[in-house]
């Protein structure tokens, strides 16, 4: 019971997520020496030989993120991506777990909106490697989807909605994804609905993983202690036995709102957690670096941002305060979040707006646009200065189809970047008039 | 003064093929300590600084002030003006933060390798040269508060937890939050920071810790250039003050807005005290493991996938602690329709199942092997290396133990397991915090079932 303060983890935690999902890499001249091709099964490989440490990271992401899911169905995406890992060619959730721990072997995953993702870090060991790699298959070829587990956690899963739906965190982030996205997949729940998850059955799972789950299009990224030939063979045996179907259809562009939304919502928290935004940019948007350096300097650099000098250094109103772009298949969310103590909830409010307008009306400065150069070009030695980071960099460049050089051509992408272009890109991109506005524990209501 | 260089040897036989990594220890004459662990994978660096100074050192009235000076570090010094500190790291390149706990307070960066020199330099002045404004204070402090809102005030599982510690520990220290009572940083002034200030940071009370693409030599200079011309001060003196013996269970309740119903349970337990000697601290990691190492361990397979009476379940324990104290900890959230005391029950039955029949061997085996793997895996971070390092360095052991620790956990046999449990597991050393959910609507009526105590 060690608890830890951290100064600003919540900050730092969306700094480093708006980061990773940008993905700037670049230059290092000792660059990441990415091999790519792909599996007689029709997926995509990504690798990268490493023999430093005996350890092996494998991903592999599928076009089957909470966006496929329609508002009737809403669940069922991440349902069957967590219910392959609790059953699999026979062997129940407590034998793959066990046969896991086993080995020392690490299961993990990823989903969003975009992307179902299962992750595999075992030792290299010959027989680590291949106990956690034959589970790491089964897992992914030959899913039960059982009954009972499924009856058993759909409860877990209600139940947790339920609890969400009282606490302030998610009610606003819950609040914003519906009215900045309206109709379109994006404003989906990744967890579902309390009533849409009561109703999903294994027939649903079953085909939604015939739908989604197939080997064409899949991309497998893989980082650690293996040859190339090694490398190979495992990307053809874990794709191998994946359904056939055909790659998933694009989806749908995001419309723009066209008039503001402001949601107030009582609560009876002490802080009032305020969140604002707007549909922001998707993948290979040829904004996306003007908008990425220049939100740094608004509200994405941490402590030397414009948010964080206003609202907190100079005034002591937020512990946190942040912007962030996160750039998706289709124009993924920008937003603006604080949590402040309601009677001054307004006052903040007010200066984040206003702190925003004359960020889009008169830009950014030459000293401003020069430090966040420098952080962002400096920092990136420390961007894939570990494997797992690596493996993060390979599944995004791969699922978003982002070219072979990516990481070697941020740095030069960054630096030309000019004040002019991050004024321009911001005034065309975002329209505070037509902003979301969510106030969950509204400081006017009794 | 340098003291030592030594050499981790690895543990694991199939491992050595691969490099080991190195580690040398210094001391300079002022007494502070610097261990550089070099790692040349990448050309980054990471530089921490620990200060022996956390909520465990702090007093009555006075809670939070080892967090508070923790923010107030970066608000400026004679040559380094505020907010200048994050300016400097970031026109680096950099990332820097710190973070405060009941044991120790540590400041880092994270660092393109030739960018340590500023590193060293920010450090060692605000280590003697800080310039707390009264002003900058004022602004801080409700920083501060703005953060206990949000990290406990607001999060009711936070709250438990504020309470539990406050019902297991009476006499010490540990009862206090790190963030600190509301009351206490209302009425907390700069001088109490000062105050902190002036008695803690010294470099006889801090390690630097060092791990990246570096030179350990080079490393040893540089800290000497850069801290050697700091003075060692006279520390106060610290008080054991050991908590005296629970006899008899205690409960507590907390009421928040919440839907679900939450269980949070801890005895008192021995922390690590003589890393050589010990055995039972050893044995308690694996019962946690046995309990709660993996998906198919025993809490979350028997509680929420057998019974399903929890939506989830968890054993804790944590065998590093500067105040010789530790909690083996349970916790857990009832299913729909299930109660907290049904499941409290649930619980005690399965500490009471290995209390009579133990673990097995494959349970243990299956915790040795997530333990030794884990061993492996810290080296692709070097941060949690410097982690690890700086934690038990702060706490008072060498940073050697971490090379004989998963030796130690292998050792463990099942009758060891076995014996913590019946030792320590008692109902009179036990204590429970439970949390009472209150609708969000204050006009509406409580949802669920009324809580059994």
New interface residues.
Partial sequence: ????????T?T?ALAVLAAGLLAFGST?Q?GVKIQKWQTASGSEVYFVEN?????VDISINFAAGAARDTAQKSGVAGVTRYLMTLGAAGMS??????K???????LGGDFDADRAAFKL???S?ER?KTQALDVFTKILQQPDFPEEVLT?EK??I???L??S????ESISSKAFMAALYGSHPYSLDESGEVDTVAKISRADLLGFYQQYYGAKGAVVAIIGDLSREQAAAVAENITAGLPASAIAAPIPAVTLPTQPVEKRI??????SHILLGYPGIKRGDPDLFPLYVGNYVLGG????SRLT?EV?????????VYSYFAPMAEAGPFQIGL???KDQAEDALKLVKETLGNFIKNGITEAELK?AK?????????R?????KILDYLSMIGFYKLPLNYLDTYNSSVEKVTVAQIKDAFSRRLKPENFVTIIVGDPNAK | MRTKSLLILLLMMPLSVFAAPSVQEFKLDNGLKLIVQEDHRSPVVVSQVWYRAGSLDEVNGKTGVAHVLEHMMFKGTKEVKAGQFSRLIAAAGGKENAFTSTDYTCYFQQLEKSHLPLSFKLEADRMANLQLTDEEFAKEIKVVMEERRWRTDDKPQSKVNEAFQGTVYRAHPYSRPVIGFMNDLENMTADDAREWYHNWYAPNNATLVVVGDVKAEEVYQLAKQHFGKLKAKALPVRKPQVEPEQIGERRTVVKAPAKLPYLLMGYHVPALDHPETDWEPYALEVLAGVLSGNPAARLNQRLVRETQLAIDASAGYDLMSRGHQSVFALDATPSEGKTVAELEAALLQQIEEIKVSGVTTEELDRVKAGVIAADVYKRDSMFYQGMQIGTVETIGFSWKILEDYPNKLRAVTPEQVQAVARKYLLKDNLTVATLDPQPIDPNAKPQGKPHVH
């Fill in positions: 019971m060690h608890m830890q303060l951290i100064r600003k919540f730092a290092a000792a023999h430093d440490l005996p350890i959730d407590e034998k793959i777990a066990n896991m721990a086993d080995v020392g072997a690490i870090r075992t030792l060991s680590e058993r409860a877990r209600i139940s947790g339920q609890e739906a009282t606490q302030p009582a609560h009876p928290a002490s802080q650099g941490g402590f030397v000098e907190r250094e100079k005034r002591g109103l937020v512990y946190s949590q402040t103590k430090a420098a952080n962002i070009i400096g920092g990136f030695p420390m894939i200065d570990s494997n797992s």
